[in-house]
């Protein structure tokens, strides 16, 4: 039975009991010690310190948070999906966090509806998470600023409210770089292969594209709507092939640009001789893809970390000032654009 006893004391993770039966005080001395309580002498100090070691205990997330006033954790409420970008987005924010020794709580929703959007940023509160990171294209910001009242925030590619931080593409400039492009290699006009209308930055993108044709003096061809996956790229694909005149295209994401390729290959539609094909993202694929597509190029990662900094700082002084940081839209061109020739 001792033998059994010893096993699990070994087993067990080390308490600060264990600290205080090594140190030679009681558990309330060495808590004041962990809290760095003025009124403990250098020694008793000095005999916790080396305890610590010697047990090799560690301070729970909780304990942390009892001296601190933080819980060291970051919350993130991204949209549920298989996509790239949140995954990328992710990416950043983790990296970033555990440079600055901070953990990351995530939550998804599969809606951009306020209710949703309440219920994820209340789960990551419930946390007591010292900050949040919403990469979610929220539309409402009044119920946004109501549910992250008090909570360092910094909202990616979204509305915000007067107290948020927001890290933010520029999702017209976006549309027009991959409109002007097309016009610029003697297309009449552009069509465009939107992602869904309920989503800020796929709302962004249309308008881009629009005033640019509108500025050039083209005529503005029917939005087509895609869900962001391959395969409403391809839906829309088989639509625009069916189309002679319809000579290039922006669609609004690389995923979807994917399934029209396919689509338009599978017509016996030439890329880039006949159909001229812009995408948006710049995920790894894009430059794998047949032929590799032109595309414009969205820094996930970068804004993640960003993202981080700008709450951080929030954290370390609430009276920072409130700041939105747009970051600047790259071309990319690979095979799928092409000078139309007929």
């Not at 640019?212 to 939005?223: H, I, T, W």
């Amino acid at each position: 039975m001792a033998t059994e006893q010893g096993v699990s004391r070994r087993m067990r993770a080390p308490t600060m009991a264990d600290v205080a039966t090594v140190a030679g005080v009681s558990p309330q001395t060495v808590s004041r010690v962990l809290r760095g309580h003025p009124n403990v002498s250098e020694v008793t100090r000095l005999q916790v310190e080396e305890a610590v070691e010697r047990t090799g205990y560690r301070r729970t997330g909780l304990a942390r948070a009892l001296v601190t006033g933080r819980s060291m954790t970051l919350g993130v409420l991204t949209h549920e999906s298989d996509q790239y970008a949140p995954a990328a987005i992710m990416l950043g924010v983790n990296r970033a966090a555990r440079e600055r020794g901070y953990f990351v709580s995530a939550a998804g929703t599969t809606s951009v509806s306020p209710a949703a959007i309440t219920d994820g940023v209340e789960h990551l509160r419930d946390q007591g998470v010292d900050g949040l990171i919403v990469a979610v294209p929220i539309w409402d910001e009044l119920a946004l600023g109501r549910v992250t009242n008090g909570l360092p925030t910094a909202v990616i590619d979204g509305s915000s409210s007067a107290e948020d931080d927001v890290v933010a593409l520029d999702q017209e400039q976006s549309g027009r770089l991959a409109t002007e492009h097309l016009l610029e290699l003697g297309h009449d006009t552009v069509w465009h292969l939107a992602g869904p209308s309920s989503w800020r930055d796929a709302s962004g993108r249309t308008t881009g594209w629009e005033a640019a044709l509108r500025d050039a003096g083209r005529s503005v061809p029917p939005v087509l709507h895609g869900d962001w996956t391959a395969e409403s790229g391809y839906r829309n694909g088989l639509i625009v092939a069916r189309m002679p005149d319809a000579t290039a295209v922006f669609t609004s994401s690389d995923e979807m640009a994917f399934g029209l390729l396919r689509a338009l290959a599978e017509q016996g539609r030439r890329v880039p001789e006949d159909v001229s094909v812009v995408s948006m993202d710049d995920i790894p694929l894009a430059q794998y893809a047949h032929p590799p597509l032109t595309t414009i190029r969205q820094p996930f990662e970068q804004m993640g970390r960003i993202a981080v900094e700008h709450v951080l700082a929030a954290i370390d002084d609430p009276n920072v000032e409130r700041t939105r940081v747009t970051v600047s839209p790259e071309l990319v061109v690979r095979s799928s654009t092409a000078r139309r020739t007929s």
